[in-house]
C-alpha cells in the first residue's frame, strides 16, 4: 500500500514537472500516453532509494521512472514546485531567442580580446607605477590605458553586456544541439534548426554558438568531444571553460544509451579540479529499455563520489510511439534560470533587434 502510495505521488509529481499546460486537465494526447506506456518492459530491479525499496518489474511509465531516478540520485535538492515551474515555462516559452556569436577561438567571443588587451594594459601600467621599466613592446607611450578601455573596437554594446551564461558540454553527438532547441521552444520541434543545428553526424557543431533567451541570460552550445572531434576545438572549449567570467554553470550531457566514457571522466576531472560548477544530464532517456544498466553506469562512474554531488537530470528531446512526451526538459528549465540567479517568475525582457 506504501508503494502504491508513493509510486502514485510521484506520477503526480512528474505530472506537475510535465510542462505548461494545464496539469490538472489532461491533453488527450497524454491521456493516450497514459495508456500506451504501461506496455514500457522493465527489467526486474529494484530501486534503492534512499531508505525505501520501490518494486519496478512491469507496467511502469517512463515518468514515473524518471521521477524514481531523480529522487534517488537529487536527495539533496527539491523538486521545484508546481506554481514555480509553471512560471519558469511560461518564462521559455515567451523569451524570443537569438543568436548571437560563433567562435573558432577563446578569443574569438566577443569582448574577450578587449578584456585580455585592458589586463595586459593594467598590468603595464601597474609595472610603470612600480618603477621598473616598461614592457619592451609597449609602444604606446604614455597612453593611458583607461581610455583604451572605454572602446569596444566596434563590437555591439549587446554583446559586451555581462548577461549570466550556461554552456552544455558533452561528447559528439550526446545531444547538446538537440537539447538548446527543446528548452527554447514550446512542445513541438516546428521551430527545431532555427537556434543550433543538430545532426545525426557526430562532430556537427565546430565552433562555440551562443544565444541570447529573452535578455536575461545566454546558453553557449560547444562542440563535442571524442569522435571527430579536433584538438583545437578541445583547447578552445576548455580555455572557455576556465576564463569566461559569465560562464555561471555548465550542463554536462550524456547520452543515457551509451553512458559515460573515458573521456566524460576526464571533463569531470578538468571542471572538478578548476572548480567549475556543473550538473550531469542523461539525455535520450526515451531510448532506455532498462533503468538498472543506467544506475550501474551511474554508480560506477565516480560521480557519486565527488565532494559536490552533481544535480542529475533526466530527459528526452526526441519522442516517439513509446515515449510521446518530454520528460525533464522542465526541471533542467529551473535549474538553468537558478544557475543564472534569475527567480522562477522572471519575465523576458525585449532584445533590441540588430
Ligand atoms: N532518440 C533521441 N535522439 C536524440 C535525443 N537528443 C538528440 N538526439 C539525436 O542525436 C543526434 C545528435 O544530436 P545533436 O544535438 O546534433 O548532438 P550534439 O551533442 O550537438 O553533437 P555534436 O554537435 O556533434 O557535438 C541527432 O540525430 C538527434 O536527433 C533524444 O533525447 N532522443
Ligand atoms: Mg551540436
Redesign the pocket.
Known amino acids: 500500500m506504501l508503494k502504491v502510495h508513493r509510486v502514485s505521488r510521484l506520477l503526480r509529481g512528474y505530472r506537475i514537472a510535465a510542462g505548461t499546460r494545464n496539469v490538472n486537465k489532461l491533453h488527450p494526447r497524454d491521456k493516450n500516453l497514459e495508456k500506451t506506456q504501461t506496455d514500457f518492459k522493465l527489467a526486474k530491479t529494484s530501486v534503492d532509494a534512499g531508505t525505501q525499496q520501490v518494486s519496478r518489474k512491469a507496467n511502469r511509465d517512463k515518468g514515473s521512472l524518471i521521477a524514481i531516478l531523480h529522487e534517488k540520485y537529487n536527495p539533496h535538492y527539491e523538486r521545484p514546485d508546481r506554481p514555480d515551474l509553471c512560471s519558469v515555462n511560461r518564462f521559455f516559452n515567451s523569451a524570443r531567442v537569438r543568436y548571437e556569436w560563433s567562435a573558432a577561438t577563446f578569443l574569438d567571443i566577443p569582448g574577450e580580446r578587449l578584456r585580455q588587451k585592458a589586463e595586459e594594459n593594467a598590468l603595464t601600467q601597474a609595472s610603470r607605477e612600480d618603477g621598473s621599466e616598461p614592457a619592451p613592446d609597449d609602444t604606446r607611450g604614455g597612453m593611458r590605458p583607461k581610455k583604451r578601455y572605454g572602446k569596444t573596437d566596434g563590437i555591439p554594446f549587446e554583446l559586451l553586456n555581462g548577461l549570466p551564461e550556461v554552456a552544455f558540454l558533452g561528447r559528439c553527438n550526446a545531444g547538446?544541439?538537440t537539447l538548446l532547441n527543446n528548452i527554447t521552444t514550446e512542445f513541438s520541434h516546428v521551430r527545431l534548426q532555427e537556434h543550433?543545428k543538430?545532426s545525426k553526424k557526430a562532430g556537427?557543431?565546430k565552433t562555440i554558438n551562443c544565444f541570447n533567451i529573452g535578455g536575461r541570460f545566454r546558453i553557449v552550445?560547444t562542440p563535442?568531444y571524442g569522435g571527430k572531434s579536433t584538438q583545437e576545438q578541445g583547447d578552445m572549449t576548455m580555455r572557455y571553460l576556465r576564463e569566461r567570467q559569465e560562464l555561471k554553470r555548465c550542463f554536462l550531457l550524456v547520452s543515457a544509451e551509451q553512458g559515460f566514457a573515458a573521456t566524460d571522466s576526464q571533463v569531470v576531472d578538468f571542471l572538478t579540479k578548476f572548480g567549475i560548477p556543473f550538473e550531469v544530464i542523461f539525455t535520450k532517456m526515451d531510448k532506455i529499455k532498462d533503468i538498472s544498466q543506467l544506475e550501474s553506469v551511474i554508480e560506477e562512474s565516480g560521480v557519486l563520489e565527488l565532494p559536490t554531488l552533481p544535480q542529475m537530470i533526466f530527459l528526452n528531446s526526441e519522442t516517439n510511439k513509446r515515449c510521446p512526451k518530454r520528460y525533464g526538459i522542465d526541471t533542467l528549465r529551473s535549474l538553468i534560470l537558478e544557475s543564472c540567479g534569475l527567480e522562477p517568475n522572471v519575465k523576458p525582457s525585449k532584445i533590441r533587434e540588430k
Do not use: H, L, M, Q
Request: charged content about 25%; overall charge neutral; glycine content about 12%.
Open positions: 547538446k544541439s543550433a543538430a556537427f557543431t552550445d563535442g
